[in-house]
């Protein structure tokens, strides 16, 4: 599978079209941790993305759920475009771009966030990561028999306000969202169509359910859309089985356009 994918990438490149190469970070570019602040990149695949990214006709992006500034400080390529909060503010060229729509709904996030954070007590081990627009309950440090009734509770919370919310069910967390038509998939377009006007062949890959918006805007593009692991969503049209074999990948396509 590595073999096929790195020579369709190259073989595009060399024929003259633009590629965008765009990434989930946690469960994609690094393992899943206990934290996110315990996955590290490891240094030569942020390496091995640099040699892509300083390729001409070659766009390189990372999307994630994390925040951001955090995302930025964690991924540390300048020349990379970025989107954090699953695809609701962006960093494309070194410029900011957050809308108001997702600037409002902090308004409705911001008090939800503290309710169910408060609502955690009994609850050792599951926490919540406050983004600048949105949340996510993580609960995979919480006992096994403590897992459902944690989400009964966190559904029911956030039950009257589910026509302004978008909640993604993601392996061992839950995401909350403002319901304002920006996902990972908007984030992909805008970093392919900042690449150029020529033709571009795009790579998306993701491995958990914020992913599939992505994933399926790459199909529609004529990409390749890549899930990684076993959690990745079904749209997925190839795999890999961890973020090893995309190191892997990305190493050889790397040495096939050099």
């Not at 967390?173 to 970093?191: M, N, Q, Y």
């Not at 994933?215 to 004529?222: D, E, K, N, S, V």
């Amino acid at each position: 599978m590595i073999t096929l994918i790195s020579r369709k990438l190259a073989a595009a490149y060399h024929s003259g079209h633009r590629l965008a190469l765009v990434f989930d970070y946690d469960g994609t570019l690094t393992p899943l941790a206990d934290h996110p602040r315990l996955a590290h990149l490891d240094p030569a695949l942020r390496e091995v993305l640099a040699q892509l990214a300083a390729r001409p006709r070659v766009t390189v992006g990372v999307v994630s759920g994390r925040a951001l500034d955090n995302l930025i400080d964690t991924v540390k390529l300048d020349t990379l475009s970025y989107g954090g909060s699953t695809g609701l503010e962006l960093q494309i060229d070194g410029k900011r771009r957050v809308t108001n729509e997702a600037l409002e709904s902090c308004a409705l996030l911001d008090p939800l966030c503290a309710t169910v954070e408060g609502s955690l007590a009994d609850y050792p081990g599951a926490w919540v990561e406050k983004k600048p627009f949105g949340f996510t309950v993580h609960y995979r440090l919480l006992a096994v028999d403590r897992v459902e009734p944690l989400r009964t509770q966190t559904f029911s919370l956030l039950a009257s306000h589910t026509d302004r919310l978008r909640l993604l069910d993601n392996p061992l967390a839950i995401e909350v969202l403002p319901a304002i038509g920006r996902d990972k998939g908007t984030a992909l377009h805008s970093i392919v169509a900042h690449g150029g006007a020529e033709p571009a062949t795009v790579l998306y890959a993701g491995d958990a359910l914020n992913d599939e918006p992505a994933l399926t805007a790459t199909r529609a593009l004529g990409g390749i859309a890549l899930g990684i692991g076993l959690e990745a969503p079904a749209v997925a049209e190839y795999r890999l089985p961890d973020p090893m074999a995309l190191h892997g990948l990305l190493a050889t396509l790397a040495e096939e356009i050099a």
